[in-house]
């Protein structure tokens, strides 16, 4: 068994393997940090309940490795073993727990925790939206525990009629229920995982010279009339002109306004810096 003081130092040498193992703690017995084959790293607490030959092998998992330091695992580790001494079992109460948690709940986590963190603005809006508008309505009160492969394919099917939205629906709760299952350790396994996506035409539409001319007049007189606001005259004439997503036009900030050259530069496009 590797015992050893869990440290930063330490953590920051640990590499993933084939299997999954565990480095023990030399002071706090069962306190150890868990590297799975993906690279997550756990802190965890080992301890048994009862006594004598029928007390039970319990693990707890006390969070990431990247959202604890180690200080603040082994005072959390420490806490929860005088809870066990005291005949109180961790793993139970958070099983107990996490038997109750809906998707509901999970949804705020995420959006919490990874769309409004690790997301970019244009994707944080779109995941929130299929969130409020495709996910919650169906899956909100669903405890997560009964969420089954079979609920997931059959509201997924049933958005047929827009497939390219239901596959970014389905990508969203996919992802997740992947950190629900990989990071969070709130499921055992992915009930999204290989749901397969509608087939997918690719969108390429050129505007024709007629239905630019058209556009072009039609700007032109609500520019002139004052029944369009001319902000949103002047952002549909900068789309057509630079060829620039909607998004990116509506994002755009001074600072990557180039007036002297004449030119925009987005420093965070979909394709990259351009």
């Known amino acids: 068994m590797n015992t050893q003081r869990i440290s930063k130092r330490i953590i920051d040498h640990l590499k993933p393997t084939a299997k999954e193992y565990v480095v023990f703690d030399s002071d706090i017995p069962g306190f150890g940090v868990r590297v799975r084959p993906s690279g997550t790293m756990s802190y965890i607490l080992m301890y048994r309940t009862g006594h004598g030959r029928r007390a039970v092998l319990r693990k707890f998992t006390i969070g990431l490795a990247g959202k604890l330091t180690p200080e603040q695992a082994r005072i959390l580790a420490k806490r929860l073993a005088g809870d066990v001494v005291h005949g109180i079992d961790p793993a139970a109460a958070k099983t107990q727990k996490r038997n109750d948690q ?4 999970l ?4 959006i919490r925790d990874h769309v409004r963190v690790m997301l970019k603005p244009s994707t944080r809006w779109s995941s929130e939206r299929l969130i409020k508008g495709k996910i919650r309505p169906r899956f909100g009160k669903t405890k997560l525990k009964e969420l089954s492969r079979a609920d997931i394919s059959s509201w997924h099917r049933s958005m047929s009629n827009t497939p390219v939205e239901a596959n970014r629906a389905l990508a969203c709760l996919r992802k997740m229920l992947s950190l629900a299952s990989c990071d969070w350790e709130l499921l055992d396994q992915n009930p999204a995982r290989g749901i397969s996506p509608f087939p997918e035409q690719k969108r390429e539409r050129v505007p024709t010279d007629e239905e630019l001319r058209k556009l072009g007049a039609w700007l032109a007189l609500v520019e002139a009339d004052g029944s ?3 902000g ?4 549909a004439k900068l789309t057509f002109f630079t060829a620039m997503r ?6 755009l900030e001074w600072s990557f306004i180039d007036l002297e050259n004449g030119s925009a530069r987005l420093p965070d496009a ?3 810096r351009r």
């Open 102 to 105: 809906t998707v509901g709940e």
């Open 246 to 251: 909607r998004g990116e036009v509506l994002g």
């Open 228 to 230: 369009e606001l001319p």
């Open 270 to 272: 979909k394709s990259g």
């Open 107 to 110: 949804l705020d986590r995420y």
């Open 232 to 235: 949103c005259v002047l952002a």
